[in-house]
């Protein structure tokens, strides 16, 4: 087979190139309004193509790459991107992880439509409030595909689901699955209403339990993030309040773990019950 070539990488030796600040900027996007995302190593690279995110700039290390990243990375430059080797300096410098990876890249921010998301088929719909953890949101995102819901919303108050630690979180799942940021819950509430979703509001007790309650209807289930949870406002304005039944003495559940045991009780009512079976994969 072929050995992949690039044909017009460039070699970066020095880290005071402009394109190491335009990667510093892009990671503290929040901080520096950078419209750019950072791509940590060559697999998240390869699901960024492969959902068509369009990626600008491709830096890598010549001794840390194996075949499977070479073909990634001809494919990105023959679409377009700016592809340089670097130095381990350079890597060092470009690379927002304490252990530089082989292949960082930059690209395009996805941008979703919410009410197109909230009417995306089965109509399952996380709404994640105020999770600080870019960990957990990526978790979140990533839960929330293998369970087959149709997307996520995060509040603009969370971690950016688009920050190179909640896109490393999510492996990937934030390029395939709508995600959108929202800057009030409660118009997302009210938006899902008006698309005829019941809302669920997780509460840490004296909610219904899940297993017990009917998650078989278009649905817009609103997890609050570590600490407080949600507001009552939120609270009282869903349909109904559910928990998940801990042993005595178990304060809460990881916000990530709590997520995606509400999504998969969802998901296995749905499976048992045929619910739009020819729209839910792997049914």
Do not use: C
């Amino acid at each position: 087979m072929r050995e992949p070539t690039f044909t017009s990488a460039r070699a970066i030796s020095s880290r005071q190139n402009p394109l190491v600040r335009r990667f510093h900027a892009a990671a503290r996007h929040r901080a520096s309004g950078d419209p750019a995302i950072v791509l940590v190593g060559a697999r998240l690279v390869a699901d960024a193509e492969a959902a068509s995110v369009e990626i600008s700039h491709v830096v890598f290390s010549p001794d840390a790459l194996d075949a499977e990243a070479r073909r990634t990375i001809e494919r990105v430059e023959r679409a377009g991107a700016f592809v340089a080797s670097a130095t381990d300096s350079v890597m060092a410098a470009v690379s927002p992880t304490r252990s530089t990876s082989g292949v960082v890249a930059l690209a395009k921010r996805p941008v979703y439509d919410l009410a197109t998301t909230l009417r995306r088929v089965p109509q399952l719909v996380l709404l994640v409030v105020r999770a600080q953890d870019p960990g957990n949101v990526g978790a979140l995102v990533r839960s929330a595909e293998a369970a087959h819901a149709s997307g996520v919303i995060v509040s603009a108050a969370s971690a950016d689901p688009f920050g190179w630690k909640a896109i490393r979180g999510s492996m990937g799942s934030v390029f395939r699955l709508p995600t959108v940021i929202a800057e009030e819950p409660v118009d997302v509430v009210r938006m899902a209403r008006q698309q005829h979703l019941r809302i669920l509001a997780a509460a840490p007790r004296h909610g219904q339990p899940i297993f017990d309650a009917n998650l078989l209807s278009p649905l817009l289930i609103v997890l609050g993030g570590e600490g407080p949870g949600l507001t009552p406002e939120l609270i009282g304005m869903a349909d109904e309040a559910v928990t998940i039944p801990m042993r005595g003495g178990v304060e809460s559940l990881n916000v990530g773990v709590a997520g995606a045991l509400l999504l998969y009780e969802a998901f296995r009512q749905r499976r048992a019950n045929a619910v739009r079976v020819d729209r839910i994969g792997g049914l």
